[in-house]
C-alpha cells in the first residue's frame, strides 16, 4: 500500500492558492471620485478645470478628463485639492482598465494623505489584488502579507499566504498562515479548506517535525475523515519504537477494516493468519469463510490452496473447541494465575467470537487483576477499548484508549481507534 507520506508529497503541487483568489477585484470605494468644488471654496485657476475635468469623466469622455485634471493639478495647493485631482485620474483609470497607471494612482492617494481610514485600508487591499492582476505576485505578496499584518485577512488571503510560504520552504510562516486560514474560516460560518491541513502536514513533515506533522493528520482526519488520513494515523503504530508486530498486526489490520482502507486478497488472507495465531478462532473462521466462498483461497488458482485449508480446518477446530467448554475452562484457570494476563486474553478471544459484553468484562478482570507487564497492558487497553467500541460504548472506548501510554503501538492505535469511533 502507498504510504501517506508519499501521497502527501506528490500532491504538493496541489496546495496552492491563486491570487485571484485571494485578493478580490477592485473594490468601488476605493476609486470614488471626489466632489466638484463650488468656486467660493477654491481658486479660480484649479476650480474652473477642476470642474472641467469632473465633467468630462461623467460623460465619459476621459482624455478631455484627465487633460483637464492636469492642468488643475498645476494649481492644487492644499491637501484636499491634490487629493480631488488624483481621484479623478484614479477613476479614469480604473473605467479604462488601466491596471498599471490604476495602482500608480492609488498610491499616489496614499502619498498625498487625507484620506479616511476606511479609505485608506481599501485603498491597500485594492493595491495589492491590482500588482496581482498585473502578474507581479512577489509585489502583491509583500502588499498582501503588510496588509494581513496590520488589518487581518479573510480566510482566502491567509490560505494564500500560507501556500505561497509553503512554495518558498519558510514551514513555520506556512504553518502559521494555514493555521489563520482555519480559525478565519470558522469565524466566517465555513468548513475550513481542506488544503489548509493538507499545508501544515507537508510544512512539518518538510520540516522534519514528525509529532506535529501526525498531529496535523489528525486535524486534518478529524474534519475530512478519508481512507488515506486515516491510513496514515493507522501506519503510524509500525513506527513506533518497540512496536509489537505479533501482538498489534492483527489490530492494524482490524483498523484498516474500520477505516474503509482498501485491501488487497494478500492483505484478508494474512489478517486471517493472524487471527488464527493469535487465538482469535471464530474471527479467523469468518475471514477465511469470505475467501473460500468466493474462490479467491483453495481453488486451482491458488498456489498455497493445501496451507491455506489446512489453517481453515485448524481455524474452524479451534472455533468449535473455544465455544464448546473450552473459553470458559480458560476463565475458571484464569482465576487462578499470578497475573490478570489470562484473563485478558480470554476476553480478547470472546471479541473473535463477537461476544463483546463478555470481552469487556474479562479484559477488565485481567486489567484490575494487575501484575501484567507495561506492554501486557497497553494491549489489553486497546483491546477492551475495542471490544466496549464494538459493543456500542464509545465514550468508555475513548477514555480507555486516551489512557494508553506505550511505545510498541498501542497508544498510536488507540488515537487512530478514537477518530474512527467519532
Given at each position: 500500500?502507498?504510504?501517506?507520506?508519499?501521497?502527501?508529497?506528490?500532491?504538493?503541487?496541489?496546495?496552492?492558492?491563486?491570487?485571484?483568489?485571494?485578493?478580490?477585484?477592485?473594490?468601488?470605494?476605493?476609486?470614488?471620485?471626489?466632489?466638484?468644488?463650488?468656486?467660493?471654496?477654491?481658486?479660480?485657476?484649479?476650480?474652473?478645470?477642476?470642474?472641467?475635468?469632473?465633467?468630462?469623466?461623467?460623460?465619459?469622455?476621459?482624455?478631455?478628463?484627465?487633460?483637464?485634471?492636469?492642468?488643475?493639478?498645476?494649481?492644487?495647493?492644499?491637501?484636499?485639492?491634490?487629493?480631488?485631482?488624483?481621484?479623478?485620474?484614479?477613476?479614469?483609470?480604473?473605467?479604462?482598465?488601466?491596471?498599471?497607471?490604476?495602482?500608480?494612482?492609488?498610491?499616489?492617494?496614499?502619498?498625498?494623505?487625507?484620506?479616511?481610514?476606511?479609505?485608506?485600508?481599501?485603498?491597500?487591499?485594492?493595491?495589492?489584488?491590482?500588482?496581482?492582476?498585473?502578474?507581479?505576485?512577489?509585489?502583491?505578496?509583500?502588499?498582501?502579507?503588510?496588509?494581513?499584518?496590520?488589518y487581518g485577512g479573510s480566510s482566502q488571503q491567509y490560505a494564500y499566504l500560507a501556500s505561497s510560504a509553503l512554495a518558498a520552504k519558510n514551514t513555520s510562516e506556512a504553518i502559521s498562515y494555514a493555521n489563520k486560514a482555519i480559525d478565519q474560516s470558522r469565524k466566517e460560518g465555513k468548513k475550513p479548506s481542506e488544503k489548509m491541513f493538507n499545508i501544515i502536514m507537508k510544512a512539518n513533515y518538510d520540516a522534519g517535525k514528525m509529532d506535529d506533522y501526525y498531529a496535523a493528520l489528525e486535524r486534518a482526519a478529524g474534519e475530512y475523515p478519508k481512507p488515506a488520513y486515516m491510513k496514515g494515523i493507522i501506519d503510524r503504530a509500525e513506527k513506533a519504537p518497540r512496536f509489537d508486530r505479533n501482538g498489534l498486526t492483527l489490530d492494524v489490520q482490524r483498523a484498516y477494516m474500520a477505516a474503509?482502507?482498501?485491501?488487497?486478497?494478500?492483505?484478508?488472507?494474512?489478517?486471517?493468519?493472524?487471527?488464527?495465531?493469535?487465538?482469535?478462532?471464530?474471527?479467523?473462521?469468518?475471514?477465511?469463510?469470505?475467501?473460500?466462498?468466493?474462490?479467491?483461497?483453495?481453488?486451482?488458482?491458488?498456489?498455497?490452496?493445501?496451507?491455506?485449508?489446512?489453517?481453515?480446518?485448524?481455524?474452524?477446530?479451534?472455533?468449535?473447541?473455544?465455544?464448546?467448554?473450552?473459553?470458559?475452562?480458560?476463565?475458571?484457570?484464569?482465576?487462578?494465575?499470578?497475573?490478570?494476563?489470562?484473563?485478558?486474553?480470554?476476553?480478547?478471544?470472546?471479541?473473535?467470537?463477537?461476544?463483546?459484553?463478555?470481552?469487556?468484562?474479562?479484559?477488565?478482570?485481567?486489567?484490575?487483576?494487575?501484575?501484567?507487564?507495561?506492554?501486557?497492558?497497553?494491549?489489553?487497553?486497546?483491546?477492551?477499548?475495542?471490544?466496549?467500541?464494538?459493543?456500542?460504548?464509545?465514550?468508555?472506548?475513548?477514555?480507555?484508549?486516551?489512557?494508553?501510554?506505550?511505545?510498541?503501538?498501542?497508544?498510536?492505535?488507540?488515537?487512530?481507534?478514537?477518530?474512527?469511533?467519532?
Open positions: 500500500m502507498t504510504s501517506f507520506g508519499k501521497t502527501l508529497r506528490s500532491h504538493a503541487s496541489a496546495l496552492g492558492f491563486g491570487l485571484a483568489a485571494a485578493l478580490s477585484a477592485v473594490a468601488a470605494s476605493s476609486i470614488a471620485v471626489a466632489p466638484a468644488y463650488a468656486q467660493t471654496e477654491t481658486s479660480m485657476e484649479f476650480g474652473k478645470p477642476y470642474q472641467e475635468a469632473a465633467a468630462a469623466y461623467k460623460a465619459k469622455s476621459y482624455s478631455t478628463a484627465l487633460a483637464k485634471a492636469d492642468e488643475a493639478g498645476k494649481h492644487a495647493k492644499s491637501v484636499k485639492e491634490k487629493l480631488a485631482v488624483e481621484q479623478l485620474r484614479t477613476g479614469v483609470y480604473n473605467a479604462q482598465g488601466n491596471k498599471a497607471k490604476l495602482v500608480s494612482s492609488l498610491e499616489a492617494q496614499l502619498a498625498i494623505g487625507g484620506l479616511s481610514a476606511d479609505m485608506v485600508r481599501s485603498h491597500k487591499l485594492t493595491i495589492a489584488g491590482t500588482y496581482a492582476q498585473l502578474g507581479q505576485t512577489s509585489k502583491a505578496l509583500q502588499l498582501t502579507k503588510e496588509y494581513v499584518n496590520q474503509n482502507i482498501p485491501m488487497t486478497d494478500k492483505d484478508k488472507r494474512e489478517m486471517a493468519e493472524q487471527a488464527v495465531t493469535r487465538g482469535m478462532a471464530a474471527e479467523s473462521v469468518a475471514l477465511f469463510k469470505e475467501m473460500f466462498d468466493s474462490g479467491k483461497l483453495g481453488g486451482a488458482s491458488d498456489p498455497l490452496a493445501a496451507r491455506n485449508k489446512g489453517l481453515y480446518d485448524r481455524a474452524k477446530a479451534d472455533a468449535e473447541a473455544q465455544k464448546n467448554g473450552g473459553l470458559a475452562k480458560d476463565e475458571a484457570d484464569a482465576a487462578s494465575q499470578p497475573t490478570g494476563l489470562l484473563y485478558v486474553q480470554t476476553g480478547e478471544k470472546y471479541i473473535g467470537m463477537g461476544d463483546y459484553a463478555k470481552a469487556v468484562e474479562l479484559i477488565q478482570k485481567g486489567i484490575d487483576k494487575g501484575s501484567l507487564k507495561p506492554d501486557e497492558l497497553a494491549n489489553a487497553q486497546l483491546h477492551l477499548g475495542y471490544a466496549q467500541y464494538k459493543a456500542g460504548k464509545k465514550s468508555d472506548a475513548r477514555k480507555t484508549w486516551a489512557a494508553i501510554k506505550s511505545d510498541n503501538g498501542a497508544q498510536e492505535l488507540g488515537k487512530a481507534w478514537t477518530l474512527i469511533a467519532k
